[in-house]
C-alpha cells in the first residue's frame, strides 16, 4: 500500500513537472534570467573591440580600469531611457573582455550577455590558427564548452553564438565555423548570429545552418543594411530568418526608417531587430576614435517611427519582445 502510494506520488510529480511549460532564459554575464524580464534591449553593441589580429591580441594590451571608466557613463545614460539589457557582440580573438563586461553590469545595473564563436571575415585575420587545423565538430566542442562550463576560469558562460564572414561566396575556413555554429546550436540551443558581408552571405550561411538541422529563426542576419536589394529582407524573414538592421546613428535615421517601413508593410515587423553596433574603447588607438554612445534608437529613432504612424506596440515588438525572443536559449531544429 505505502509503495503504491510512494509510485503514485513519483508519478505525480513528473506529470507536473513535465507539463510545466519551461519559461525562455537568456544568459548574461552575471547569470540567467527569465527573457520576459529582459526589457528594452539593445541587440549589438560594443565595449572595447582590438582590431590587431588573432596572432598579436592579448589582454596585457589595454588596462581594464582605464577602459571600465571611460565606458561606465555611456550606459549609465541608459537607465533613464529604459533600456535593460544591453547585447556585446566584441567576438573571441577581438577583445572579448567578460571579467570586464561583468564588472559594467554591477556598476551600470544592465544586463550584459557576451558570445562564443569566431570572427572570420576580414580575410580571416580574426581567426587562431587553431581554426585553420581543427574540424567543425572540434571547434564546436570549445564553444560547447564555454557554454557548459564557463569562458576561461571565469565562470562567465555566453548568452549566443558570435560568427563572420565577409561578401559571398564564404570561404572554407568561414563555411566550417558556419557547420561549427551550428553543431553548437543544437548542443547549446544558443542563437547563431552571424555578420555578414552581404545578402548572398547571409543567404549561403542560412543554407549551411539548415542542411545541418538548424531552423532558420535560430540565425540572427546581421547588418541585413549591407543589402541593396530590399527583397532579399523580405525573402529571408519570411522563411524565419532575423533581419538586424544595425548602425542607427544620428546621420542614418532616414535610411533606418525606411528599413522599417518596408518590413511592416511586409507584416515583417516581428522578424526584425534594430541596433547601434556602436562603442567602442578601440584598443589599437584610444585616443583617435570618437566614443559613438547607445542612445540614438530611444531619442531618434522611435521619435521618427512614431511620426510615420508606428503603434506603440510595434515599436514594443522592435525594442523589447523581438530581442528577448531572438536571443532566448532554445534549440530551434529544423
Ligand atoms: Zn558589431
Redesign the pocket.
Known sequence: MIIRRILLHILLVILISSCKKKEPVLVTVTGKIPASTAGITLA???ILVDFIGADSIWPGRYNADTVFHHVLPYLLELKPLGVQTFIE??PNYLGRDVMLLKRLAEASGLNIITNTGYYGAVDEKYLPSHAHTETAEQLAQRWVEEFNNGIDDTGIRPGFIKLSADQAPLTEAQKKIMKAGAITHLNTGLTIAV?SGDGNAAKEELAIFMANGVAPDAFIW??AQNEKNFEVFKEMASQGVWVEF?YVHPETIEQYVSFLKFMKANNLLHRTLL?H?AGWYDVVDPQSITFRGYTAISTLLIPRLKEEGFTENEIDLLIRKNPAKAFSVQVKKK
Open positions: 549589438h553593441e560594443h557582440f566584441t555578420h546581421v547588418h544595425d541596433s553596433d
